[in-house]
Each structure stands twice: as structure tokens, then as C-alpha cells.
């Protein structure tokens, strides 16, 4: 799996009052009708408490500039370097509340706010099939930050190309 490139995103919830998110590269479109997206985590992480008890959460895109979010939102060091402040600060991320109280980080180049409609076990981890009820993009084409064989991957020589297969629907 270290040779699929994925997107990374930090997931966001309630634990209690208290925002909490950590990151994600295991985050999969499953459906544009009804439009249906997956996150999954191991059974053992903190955000699962929270992820039961709102039934909510909020994907937030990351933008090829913000490797150091990443990094503490997985428990490494924060953005500003060693001691790492509070995760349950958000990592020191600005951010406000979605209109149903749900943390949005303010520079994610996406946010999807979703309601789990859907568990499902797979080994020691859950995956969490929501309906998407509100999304939103960064105006441009801010490039993402991406995730490869272990290490973050920036796009130098991107070139956008029209699709040639079957056209959608």
C-alpha cells in the first residue's frame, strides 16, 4: 500500500465540548448518489469516542503547505516545532464552528461535513460511511498535500489533462 499516493486530510469532531481531529490518508469517495464518503480508524484511537457519540464528522483537506498540521494531528511535533501544543487545541489550527457546531479548519482547500449513517468492523478498525450533507473547496486550484511510501509528495510538474475515457453521466 506504501505505493498508492493518497490525499491527506484531518478528521474533525466533538469529543464531548471539546474539538478533536486527528489525520487521515484511509478517506474514500463511495458515492456521488446519495453522495456517501469513508473514513476508517483502528477501534483504539481517542476520536472514536467522539465519532460515537456525535455520529458526525468533518473531513478538512490539507494543502501541500501544511505537512506540520499533519504531522500533529498524527502526534508528531506541532506546527511551531517541539513541545506539540494540546491536540484538543486543534493542533493551534484556526478554525470555526460549523453551523451544527462541528470544528471546520479555516485553511483545509476542502471541508466535507458529514453524518455517519454507517459502521462497519474490518479487523481492528471501523469504517465510517457518511452522507455528506455540506462541502466546500478554496477558490483556485490549491494543490494537495499528498501522501507516498512513507513520506509527504509535492506535485512540481503537474499538467491537467481532460479525462478520455467514458464520459460521466
Known amino acids: 500500500?506504501?505505493?498508492?499516493?493518497?490525499?491527506?486530510?484531518?478528521?474533525?469532531?466533538?469529543?464531548?465540548?471539546?474539538?478533536?481531529?486527528?489525520?487521515?490518508?484511509?478517506?474514500?469517495?463511495?458515492?456521488?448518489?446519495?453522495?456517501?464518503?469513508?473514513?476508517?480508524?483502528?477501534?483504539?484511537?481517542?476520536?472514536?469516542?467522539?465519532?460515537r457519540a456525535t455520529g458526525r464528522y468533518v473531513v478538512n483537506v490539507l494543502g501541500e503547505d501544511q505537512r506540520s498540521l499533519s504531522d500533529c494531528f498524527a502526534g508528531g511535533p506541532g506546527p511551531d516545532g517541539p513541545p506539540a501544543p494540546g491536540r484538543d487545541e486543534l493542533c493551534g489550527a484556526a478554525w470555526h464552528p460549523s453551523s451544527s457546531g462541528l470544528p471546520i479548519l479555516d485553511d483545509a482547500i476542502a471541508t466535507l461535513e458529514c453524518t455517519v449513517v454507517d459502521v462497519h468492523p474490518a479487523g481492528y478498525h471501523d469504517l465510517y460511511i457518511a452522507r455528506v450533507d455540506r462541502a466546500e473547496a478554496a477558490p483556485g486550484a490549491p494543490m494537495p498535500l499528498l501522501y507516498y511510501s512513507g513520506r509527504y509528495l509535492r506535485i512540481e510538474r503537474a499538467s491537467i489533462h481532460d479525462l478520455e475515457g467514458k464520459p460521466e453521466r
Do not use: C, E, K, Y
Open 1 to 51: 500500500m506504501r505505493r498508492f499516493a493518497s490525499g491527506v486530510a484531518v478528521v474533525t469532531t466533538l469529543d464531548g465540548d471539546r474539538p478533536w481531529g486527528t489525520t487521515v490518508n484511509s478517506f474514500s469517495s463511495i458515492s456521488l448518489r446519495p453522495p456517501l464518503v469513508l473514513v476508517a480508524f483502528d477501534r483504539s484511537r481517542r476520536i472514536v469516542h467522539g465519532l
